[in-house]
């Protein structure tokens, strides 16, 4: 087959070339220019892909659902595939993505939706193996060793599957570019193509993608305005814990988060989080604090460390693990002021055990504990759970979904929870104390 003509699109002033440079001529950005299919001559304008709608006739049309049967991969998904949906995968290599994939299809496969496997990076014998192993089996599922684009845009035939798999978009080559696969322009010019057939045909689309330690430049980064939702896959290097994370979502939240475990019978999903989190917090340790935290729709019990100890450089250290840093320098400057804690002299280590992130101000307040715990060498009471914003007057604010935190501390055997004035009723067994400020918190917890 003859090659289409491409060009080479500079990615910062759009201007175009016959050949790779690696400076762009106009704008002179270094290493930018990307190869694409150049633009078809003819002067005629296309066809609109679907007719114009009013409002009121889309509201009418609720987003039909279907649940892939991992519950917590629904979850991130905001409860079930939607048609013509695509998701890209992304994590680094050996996270389990292909895992992920595999159990996905054949679930979705026993729920009586067909699902094409492409596999761009290993065999059929290979997925055959791993599906071996993992104990899964399935006439639903079909497989495709693959790497061309042109027969696997032919396999979204409407009604012929429910989704496609295509792992990973990194392997897949389209005839039109000369550019290696894995390339910005390839990768690129797959996806999209990819993602039209999947509206089209409404088959939902799964892409899986591979993020580098460095940053990944011709990554999934790149693809994260032509889907739908963006799950990332992580770990926590010590533990075999998996956390999958919407971080872009048209359909549902993006502050979910599904928790799975890597055994030897592949990923199991964790529906009760709280207690692995919680599993191996020290009995009686200085700087260690329990804060009943929300991670999307679900409390979550997460342990916040911190240790605070006298500093040899000019510039004491401030490092932050799972909180956000900023935040980190506030609560030090309020326990300061407010709270006559001087960290000023003192490096200060803070860390969310199990690799979870606590973007909420919810945090502040078990950060704050676990700091001045860690300062003053004394263990906070291990049956207390806190949650609470820190302002910079020093005062403690309530934050939302109360109710749901104090019943899932309460489900884990905590029997006092420690917050701003304002919060729902705790639950039987369950005794709530408040504090307008964040000293006379700090003062209760001694
Ligand atoms: P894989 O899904 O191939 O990762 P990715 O597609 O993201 O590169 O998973 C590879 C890792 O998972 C590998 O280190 C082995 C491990 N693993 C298990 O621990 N248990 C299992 O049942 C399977 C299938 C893999
Ligand atoms: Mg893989």
């Not at 591979?210 to 990944?216: A, C, F, L, N, Q």
């Not at 928790?259 to 260690?288: D, I, T």
Request: glycine share 10%.
């Amino acid at each position: 087959m003859a090659k289409t003509h491409t060009v080479f699109v500079c990615q910062s002033c759009g201007v175009s070339q016959a050949k790779w440079l690696g400076r762009c001529p106009a704008c002179q950005a270094w290493d930018s220019l990307v190869e694409e299919p150049a633009a078809p001559k003819t002067g005629k304008s296309r066809a609109p892909a679907s007719d114009p709608l009013p409002l009121d006739h889309a509201l009418a049309q609720p987003e039909p659902r279907l649940p892939s049967g991992l519950a917590e991969l629904d979850r991130v998904l905001g409860g079930g595939l939607v048609p013509g949906m695509v998701v890209l995968v992304g994590g680094e290599p050996g996270i389990g993505k292909s895992t992920l994939m595999l159990q996905c299809a054949a679930s979705l496969g026993r729920g009586g939706g067909r699902v094409l496997l492409v596999s761009a990076e290993e065999s059929a014998r290979q997925v055959g193996l791993r599906a071996r192993r993992l104990g899964l089996s399935g006439q639903e599922v079909v497989l495709l060793a693959e790497t061309a684009l042109e027969p696997i845009l032919a396999a979204f035939k409407p009604g012929e599957y429910a989704a496609v798999v295509v792992d990973s978009i990194q392997a897949l080559r389209a005839e039109d570019l000369a550019s290696a696969p894995g390339s910005v322009g390839q990768v690129r010019q797959c996806a999209a193509e990819l993602a039209a057939v999947a509206k089209a045909s409404g088959i939902a689309l799964f892409l899986v993608g591979h993020v580098t330690k460095e940053g990944s430049l011709a990554g999934p980064r790149v693809l994260e305005h032509l889907v739908d939702t963006v799950l990332y896959f992580e770990s926590e290097p010590s533990m075999r814990l998996r956390l999958l994370r919407a971080v872009k979502n048209r359909f549902g939240a993006t502050d979910e988060v599904g928790v799975f475990e890597m055994g030897e019978a592949g990923l199991k999903p964790v529906p009760n989080p709280s207690a692995l989190f919680l599993a191996h917090r020290p009995g009686q340790a200085p700087g260690s604090a329990v804060c009943a935290a929300m991670s999307g729709t679900r409390p979550l019990l997460v342990e916040v460390q911190a240790l605070v100890s006298p500093s040899a450089l000019a510039m004491p250290r401030r490092q932050a693990l799972g909180v956000d840093p900023g935040r980190l320098h506030m609560l030090a400057a309020v326990l300061a002021i407010h709270s006559g804690l001087d960290l000023g002299g003192h490096d200060v280590f803070v860390n969310v055990a199990g690799g979870v992130r606590l973007a909420e101000p919810a945090a502040d307040l078990a950060v704050a504990a676990a700091m001045a715990s860690s300062l003053a060498g004394r263990p906070l009471p291990p049956e207390v759970v806190c949650f609470g914003e820190v302002g910079l007057a020093g005062e403690l604010r309530a934050v939302g979904r109360s109710a749901a935190r104090l019943s899932e501390a309460a489900r884990q055997g905590f029997t006092q929870a420690l917050t701003a004035p304002g919060a729902d009723k705790a639950p039987v067994g369950m005794e709530l104390m408040t504090a307008r400020r964040l000293d006379a918190a700090l003062e209760m917890l001694r």
